[in-house]
């Protein structure tokens, strides 16, 4: 099969997806595949740049916005087409919000992840919640920006987090302790979002859940090194975070974790494949948090971990990945 990986695009998860591609790459030509790699923001890589790209580090804090406007994929989308599949090792921004995947059904080319209604929703963490709430997935409460701190006090209490409505790997992400510090974060926030949301902060043990397939993998733990918050650095910094996989839980947790990680899942329309984040309180509640509909892919990531932990291989996880998108465009109607 001729796929096309696509990393990169204009969010500050750009070195998270390289660091995906730099795993996917070699997976899918393991499989036997033959595999291009297109740089969303640059086209097609030539074989000589694909390692110099592809071998870059994520640094402890998110790349500087991009200045480049606009993403040359978009003129590389007929030679796109002439691929069996594009595999999306995108994260945030353009390349998970339905935007590209838009492009990719203009052209008719299929693509890994979910369509365009799914990637949009499940980029808007508002939407998202409401979503959550009407399927009786657990949800911690919120407000959006603007609202004041007696607001805040009265509706959700102190401490609170506030983060941008569409970033992902917790960027522009706060935890306020104190009414005092609520507007500073609701600033550093709305410097990557217009739309900001204050969410109640639960405190508790921080657990994830991959699906594969409609069918929900092994629960994770996450105990970050750095302080209460799985952050950027504890995400992405070898030995920031101990990641426990399967999880220590009773197993009636266990099951209640994946049974709402799939419910979250089918709430927001995705296909294939995603990752639904929980906290888990000291009365044993379970919390959706977010769900992620292109779950990072690197050596460290979550998903392939959850995958591994029941079983499937990270070059089998890729295959799977394929095949389903395929499957998906072949019901597509015409």
Not at 290 to 296: I, K, Q
Request: hydrophobic share 45%.
């Amino acid at each position: 099969m001729k796929i096309a990986v696509l990393f990169g695009g204009d969010s500050m998860e750009r070195d998270v997806s390289a660091a995906s591609a730099a795993q996917v790459v070699p997976a899918l030509r393991a499989n036997g595949h033959d595999v291009a790699v297109f740089d969303a923001a640059r086209g097609r890589l030539a074989p000589e740049d694909e390692h110099r790209v592809l071998a870059g580090r994520i640094d402890r804090l998110p790349p500087p916005p991009a200045a480049a406007a606009g993403l040359a994929v978009a003129a590389a989308a007929p030679e796109l087409a002439r691929f069996d599949l594009v595999f999306l090792a995108l994260h945030g921004g353009r390349g998970e919000n339905g935007t590209i995947q838009a492009l990719l059904d203009l052209v008719g080319v299929p693509y890994t992840g979910s369509g365009v209604l799914g990637s949009a929703i499940g980029m808007d963490k508002e939407v998202s919640k409401r979503l959550f709430r009407d399927a009786g997935v657990p949800t911690p409460p919120w407000l959006t920006a603007p609202a004041d701190a007696r607001e805040v006090e009265a509706e959700l209490g102190f401490p609170v987090i506030v983060k941008p409505n569409a970033e992902g790997s917790t960027v522009g992400l706060t935890l306020v302790q104190r009414p005092d510090e609520l507007d500073a974060a609701i600033a550093a926030a709305r410097a990557f979002d217009r739309t900001v949301l204050i969410e109640r902060y639960i405190e508790g043990r921080e657990l994830t859940v991959g699906v594969l397939e409609d069918r929900a993998l092994a629960v994770g733990e996450i105990i970050p090194s750095t302080g209460p918050i799985f952050d950027y650095h504890a995400k992405y910094q070898a030995g920031a975070a101990q990641e426990i996989f399967p999880a220590d839980l009773p197993p009636a947790v266990t099951a209640r974790a994946q049974a709402l990680a799939l419910e979250a899942h089918r709430a927001l329309r995705l296909d294939c494949y995603s990752r639904a984040d929980f906290r888990l309180d000291a009365a044993g509640e379970l919390w959706c948090l977010e769900v992620n509909t292109l779950p990072g892919l690197t050596s460290g990531s979550l998903l392939p971990r959850s995958a591994r932990a029941a079983g499937i291989a990270f070059e089998e996880l890729c295959e799977r990945i394929c095949r389903a998108a395929l499957a998906r465009a072949d019901k597509a109607p015409s």
